[in-house]
T-cell receptor, first 113, second 112 residues
Framework: EPEVTQTPSHQVTQMGQEVILRCVPISNHLYFYWYRQILGQKVEFLVSFYNNEISEKSEIFDDQFSVERPDGSNFTLKIRSTKLEDSAMYFC???????????FGPGTRLTVT | KQEVTQIPAALSVPEGENLVLNCSFTDSAIYNLQWFRQDPGKGLTSLLLIQSSQREQTSGRLNASLDKSSGRSTLYIAASQPGDSATYLCAGVNTGFQKLVFGTGTRLLVSP
């Protein structure tokens, strides 16, 4: 069964460094998403992406964040200058755009020290 | 602004019991409601999707219902098993939007 994959599973970085989180959505899906979950808190929406552009973003998704679909398979989230409060589990998701049922990847745990 | 609440926050039951998890939302303009399972330190597994035109969905021992007028969804788990132990999350998508708004989850423990 097709699934969303994410790399790396765990990333440790120093404050101020740039990180890129990678995702490979399910191949025939059209909508792509990033969410994050700070330890012990709710899963929060960051951004949605459709037809090579951002279709919706939250107030969390400020100028420090960017997304890109550099080729036909990868979907990336870049954080330009990480802060301690960016430490969280980051989930990628995708859907086909028919029922809008979103399928999630296993997540990347980002630890900023 | 859509807000999603789940009650109870935690639930502990003996194996074999039938149980109900509750999810309430503040905005009835909900298009989809999805139930997920999350195991510790893991991703989210989609269990059931209920679209606004539907009232319930079933998958195996799971049954989810949606009542937009009362702002509630329930997840019914029949004949619970220790393998059902996990955190269960509900999340809704409002009409005209794409983002899922998540509840805080119910942590379920089924003891043998």
């Amino acid at each position: 069964e097709p699934e969303v994959t994410q790399t790396p599973s765990h990333q440790v970085t120093q404050m101020g460094q740039e990180v890129i989180l990678r995702c490979v959505p399910i191949s025939n899906h059209l909508y792509f998403y990033w969410y994050r979950q700070i330890l012990g808190q709710k899963v929060e929406f960051l951004v949605s992406f459709y037809n090579n552009e951002i279709s919706e973003k939250s107030e969390i998704f400020d100028d420090q964040f960017s997304v890109e679909r550099p080729d036909g398979s990868n979907f990336t989230l870049k954080i330009r200058s990480t802060k301690l409060e960016d430490s969280a589990m980051y989930f990628c998701a995708s859907d086909r755009g028919l029922t809008y049922e979103q399928y999630f990847g296993p997540g990347t745990r980002l630890t900023v020290t | 602004k859509q807000e999603v609440t789940q009650i109870p926050a935690a639930l502990s039951v003996p194996e074999g019991e039938n149980l109900v998890l509750n999810c309430s939302f503040t905005d009835s303009a909900i298009y989809n409601l999805q139930w997920f399972r999350q195991d510790p330190g893991k991703g989210l597994t989609s269990l059931l999707l209920i679209q606004s035109s539907q009232r319930e969905q079933t998958s195996g021992r799971l049954n989810a219902s949606l009542d937009k007028s009362s702002g509630r969804s329930t997840l019914y788990i029949a004949a619970s098993q220790p393998g059902d132990s996990a955190t269960y999350l509900c999340a809704g998508v409002n009409t005209g939007f794409q983002k899922l708004v998540f509840g805080t989850g119910t942590r379920l423990l089924v003891s043998p």
